[in-house]
């Protein structure tokens, strides 16, 4: 039943609806950069001739053109006050027991969304990719999360169809499930210890139906994180400014896509699958669908676009692309945050000259970049806490004159434009101390554009 209309005329927008609709559930959800508000009729019962109760689910478009203030607003989902614990409440659990155990209550909680009803509707349940919530990236245990939750699902929930988040079935969908993963420690910090903190929302309204946080122990995930993101030059800055300035520990709904629409956000997952099996002619034309989305110029979708052009060889486009990145990177977040792996108490890098070579062609288009402009540099070199802070201290301004030395070959005069210092472990967005992959965002280094009379 679709029994209203919208008009809008010089910004008055007036909405008729069948009086016949008498419980109303309004909410919103995006397609083609445009804000679609449900409001959906949801007569508690309603009987068929063979006499079997169904729920009937009628919604209403009215779509109209937003800001992207507006689209933050109504898009994310506050899941703050239910994560904030920083130490386990709770035993750590294995692996599949506690994601099974998450996933069970999950859809206990759908089940109390939709009342006790049946019928012929099929519910449509997608499983999005979890995210590292200090980082925002995606390590590959998300993957096995899904695995496991698509078990459970053709185990013991043939009501519901259940399937991975993809740009298809984003258009079916009607209950995503999403959620972060949090990397802790025990008290003596001698075991590495998870938080999965997960919540099930309503795909049309993004309202969140119910939410769940385990615990887990398990010393073979693997929390390396996707090709995407191991391969990508940068950090997201706007990650880490929303978090410095909101303190948003364990938000689910702004750690993983706080600025993208469903679409979008269906189109960029579906372009890091592609990435990460290597179909990389598949993985730009996804990710150039992206970018020409409105909320498509992010860091991360065109970081996917240079990637993508420097894998087939185009390179031209590649170079293109990644002075994009440090554009935007400049001018909107005032820095760049580059990912360099270094070794544990070193200035070498993780994987030796094949990192050398990556990193040097990284700082060569960075610094003919800042070549062109006025600006100096002022580089900032951090370390994890593994050692003593007097050591950490030095080994970060260690690394940030490596950097400085780097981009010697592309920056002329670059002891005269740049300022290499360290903070130590300090500014640690992670913490653990693991010096590997799942705390590399702790050996840094960010190029801060200041003006020159401040290196003086």
């Not at 809008?8 to 927008?13: A, E, M």
């Not at 920083?86 to 659990?93: I, K, R, T, V």
């Not at 590292?132 to 390590?139: A, H, L, Q, V």
């Not at 008290?187 to 099930?200: C, F, G, L, M, Q």
């Amino acid at each position: 039943m679709r029994s209203a209309y919208c008009y809008n005329h010089h910004n008055q927008t007036f909405i008729a609806v069948a009086k016949n609709m008498f419980r109303f559930k309004a909410g919103s959800r995006f397609r083609n950069g445009i804000l679609t508000i449900a409001i959906e009729s949801m007569p508690p019962v309603k009987y068929t001739t063979s006499g079997r109760k169904r729920r009937t689910r009628a919604r209403v478009y009215l779509r109209f053109g937003l800001t992207a203030g507006l689209v933050i607003t109504l898009a994310l989902t506050a899941f703050t006050a239910n994560t904030q614990a920083a130490a386990p409440n709770q035993s750590p659990l294995p692996f599949e027991t506690a994601i099974r155990s998450t996933f069970n209550k999950l859809i206990d909680d759908v089940r109390k969304d939709l009342g006790n009803t049946s019928g012929p509707e099929e519910m449509v349940i997608v499983l999005d990719l979890f995210s590292d919530e200090d980082t925002g990236e995606i390590p590959r245990v998300s993957q096995r999360i899904q695995s496991v939750m698509l078990d459970e699902a053709t185990r013991r929930f043939f009501e519901f169809r259940v399937a991975r988040f993809t740009l298809e079935e984003s258009r079916n969908a009607d209950y995503m499930i999403r959620g972060s993963i949090h990397l802790g420690a025990t008290e003596t910090k001698d075991i590495i210890i998870y938080r999965v903190s997960a919540e099930v929302i309503d795909a049309w309204n993004m309202n969140t139906i119910g939410t769940a946080r385990k615990w887990v122990s398990d010393p073979e995930l693997d929390y390396n994180p996707l090709a995407l993101y191991h391969d990508n030059p940068f950090y997201d800055p706007a990650y880490f400014q929303r978090k410095k300035v909101k303190g948003e520990v364990g938000n689910i709904g702004s750690t993983a896509h706080p600025i993208y629409s469903m679409e979008t956000l269906a189109l960029l997952r579906d372009a890091t699958s592609a990435y990460e099996r290597r179909n990389y002619q598949n993985a730009l034309a996804l990710f150039s669908d992206a970018a020409a989305r409105a909320d498509g110029q992010t860091l991360l979708i065109l970081t996917g676009l240079y990637l993508t052009n420097f894998r087939l060889g185009r390179l031209t486009e590649a170079d293109s692309t990644f002075t994009r990145i440090i554009d935007i990177g400049v001018k909107r977040y005032g820095k760049i945050t580059v990912r360099f792996l270094f070794r544990k108490n070193s200035v070498d890098f993780w994987e030796g000259d094949v990192a050398t070579a990556r990193y040097g062609a990284w700082l060569g288009r960075i610094g003919e970049y800042f070549y062109q402009r006025e600006d100096c540099l002022r580089i900032v070199g951090h370390s994890s806490n593994s050692g003593p802070e007097p050591w950490n201290e030095q080994l970060s301004v260690l690394r940030a004159e490596q950097i400085q030395y780097l981009l010697r070959g592309s920056l002329p005069g670059v002891k005269k434009r740049t300022l290499a210092t360290g903070v130590g472990s300090r500014e640690n967005v992670v913490g653990i101390g693991t010096d590997d992959e799942r705390d590399a965002l702790d050996r840094r280094v960010e190029l801060i554009p200041v003006v020159c009379k401040e290196l003086e």
